[in-house]
């Protein structure tokens, strides 16, 4: 079951916002009265609502507004990002949104190709997903025998070697690692060796429609993007990953030990 922290976040500001406004309105003026002193004491339910209110409302702002932490819980994008990594999304490149029902209300930009983003699963809107963009609205996708061609031009791509980690993303240890040129971006990318045949399925060739997207997991062979379910509609899109401030692979906080944690990762940029 998918937890939808933001819906509760929204009930918890309104309901002791509320709490607050009623009581400072009606309740706490009738109690004076019947006390007969301006000192009343206020009851512990509204005490908790009014030093809270401001936290919840400011976190709720925060994370609508302007960044919003996930976990990578896949390694469908590694090299670029590993399981376990903790980062940040920027919710304001692409437009600001209202909360809980994601309805965009000030437009303030677009992704661009190469962009790493978050997005609601269009096969499941409750789940979040992370891929690299990389068709937008108007191009022509090709991807054919592992070899991605945009709008006729072939993306250029280069070996640099055997994919290697320690402790993290060890399934992927022996894969091949290649260095992509996005347009003006670089980045890499893993492959299976190129003496495993390419998959069928992973074929594609289409016309990214108005209003959506084309993504990729940079772990071209363990990812499952819009080469199987489909484009990201715009109404979709959460925000844009920019920033690691944590990694741990352990399985929780009570199984936490220091040795978990990737160290050179922490505050490093999402490219």
Not at 18 to 39: M, N
Request: charged share 20%; aromatic share 14%.
């Amino acid at each position: 079951m998918n937890f939808d922290f933001s819906l509760l976040l929204l009930i918890l500001t309104t309901g002791s916002g509320l709490i607050w406004a009623a009581d400072a309105w009606f309740f706490a003026p009738q109690r004076r009265v019947l006390a007969g002193t301006e000192t009343c004491p206020d009851p512990a339910v509204v005490d908790y609502a009014r030093s809270f209110f401001p936290v919840f409302l400011l976190v709720l702002l925060l994370r609508s507004f302007l960044f919003e932490p996930f976990r990578i819980p896949s390694d469908s994008m590694t090299p670029t990002l590993l399981h376990g990594d903790f980062i940040l999304v920027n919710k304001f490149d692409y437009g600001i949104r209202l909360p809980v029902v994601n309805e965009k209300v000030v437009d303030l930009g677009e992704p661009a190709r190469g962009d790493i983003v978050v997005f609601r699963y269009p096969v499941d809107s409750k789940t979040p997903y992370i891929k690299r963009v990389i068709g937008v609205p108007g191009d022509h996708v090709v991807y054919r025998n592992k070899k991605l061609t945009i709008n006729g031009k072939e993306m250029p791509l280069s070996l640099t070697g055997v994919f290697h980690t320690d402790g993290i993303a060890r399934d992927n240890n022996g894969m091949y690692e290649y260095r992509e040129q996005l347009g003006p971006l670089q980045h890499n990318i893993l492959m299976l060796p190129p003496d495993y045949p390419a998959m069928m399925s992973d074929n594609v060739d289409l016309i990214v429609p108005e209003g959506s997207y084309f993504v990729m997991g940079d772990n071209r062979d363990n990812s499952k993007d819009s080469r199987y379910w489909g484009f990201v509609p715009d109404e979709n899109l959460v925000g844009r990953a920019f920033f690691i401030w944590m990694n741990w692979s352990s399985g929780g906080l009570l199984k936490f030990n220091s040795w978990d944690v990737a160290w050179d990762r922490i505050g490093s940029r999402v490219i």
